[in-house]
């Protein structure tokens, strides 16, 4: 691994552990209905999944254009691509291809449809990659891009200073983090017309997002292409988790001093150690 092309490779090379985890993180969940709306998915569409991760999601859009559409999941991770193709090797209407370098496996206007889900913030050139989408989806076609921004994240109770500074020491595992506020710009600047814009903002009040901040903190490039970082930055990613770690374990003492011995959960739903997970993550 290089130093800055780590954005890229830190997803070519997973290891099982991190697979794993990805798994969990990526599973088709109901609301998933609800976020591809804009799509307007039906019965006969054929649907591209660019950068589809572990597949769930392509699977997900195969159920609902049914036998006369399909669905394709394109990623860079060869694994991903083993695993849902392996997963997926008896439907007819699913298929997975490993993109590598910047040309979609696919033919010119294959798709009517377009999902790309978290993935730009990754790609070494975004007017390439729109560019490659324009040529596979059909004149008329539909596009989605959902992406995060991580300049709008709060953690709450880092405060907004080390907030930033354990993005900062994050950002060399992505080419934009920044991408959610650019990308109309560079839609229109890609010659797509009809964009519309909506931001979607979340509190996650359980502690779910505390998996995408350990990611980020392991996804942290190692010590040999840390030289991007500051002195300062560096240690961050660990002692940012620790400290909320900390700051949630003596609020949990103090909550358990004052309720007795008995141990009681702050969040009536939580289903792992509540001391994993920061008090509140706010999104914009
Ligand atoms: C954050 S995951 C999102 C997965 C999936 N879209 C979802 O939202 O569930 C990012 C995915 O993009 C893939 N990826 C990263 N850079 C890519 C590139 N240049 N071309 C295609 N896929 C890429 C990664 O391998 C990974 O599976």
Request: aromatic share 8%; proline share 7%.
């Amino acid at each position: 691994m290089t130093e800055n092309t780590f954005y890229t490779d830190h997803w070519r090379q997973i290891d099982d552990e991190r697979v794993g985890r990805y798994e969990r993180m990526f599973v088709w969940r109901e609301g998933h209905a609800a976020l591809l709306a804009p799509l307007e998915l039906r019965p006969g569409s054929r649907v591209l999944d660019y950068g589809c991760g572990p597949g769930f999601m392509t699977e997900g859009m195969a159920r609902i254009v049914g036998p006369a559409g399909r669905a394709y999941g394109v990623d860079l991770n060869a694994g991903f691509v083993a695993n849902a193709s392996h997963r997926n090797s008896e439907s007819d209407n699913i298929s997975f291809h490993l993109v590598d370098g910047d040309c979609i496996p696919l033919d010119d206007t294959t798709v009517d449809r377009l999902l790309c889900k978290n993935v730009l913030e990754y790609v070494p050139d975004v007017q390439t990659t729109l560019a490659e989408f324009r040529r596979v989806l059909e004149p008329g076609g539909r596009l989605l891009l959902i992406d995060s921004d991580w300049g709008f994240v709060a953690v709450e109770p880092w405060g907004m200073e080390r907030t930033k500074r354990f993005f900062d020491a994050a950002a060399p595992a992505f080419k934009e983090p920044e991408i959610g506020r650019k990308l109309r710009s560079h839609l229109l600047d890609a010659g797509f017309d009809h964009v519309d814009v909506r931001v979607q903002a979340g509190v996650d009040i359980e502690g779910g997002s505390l998996l995408v901040l350990r990611n980020m903190a392991n996804r942290c490039p190692p010590p040999r292409s840390t030289r991007c970082l500051t002195k300062r930055q560096r240690p961050l990613t660990t002692t940012a988790i620790c400290s909320a770690y900390r700051n949630s374990w003596r609020r949990a003492s103090g909550l358990r001093a004052d309720v007795g011995d008995e141990p009681r959960p702050v969040y009536p739903r939580l289903r792992v150690p509540w001391q994993d997970r920061p008090r509140v993550i706010q999104s914009l």
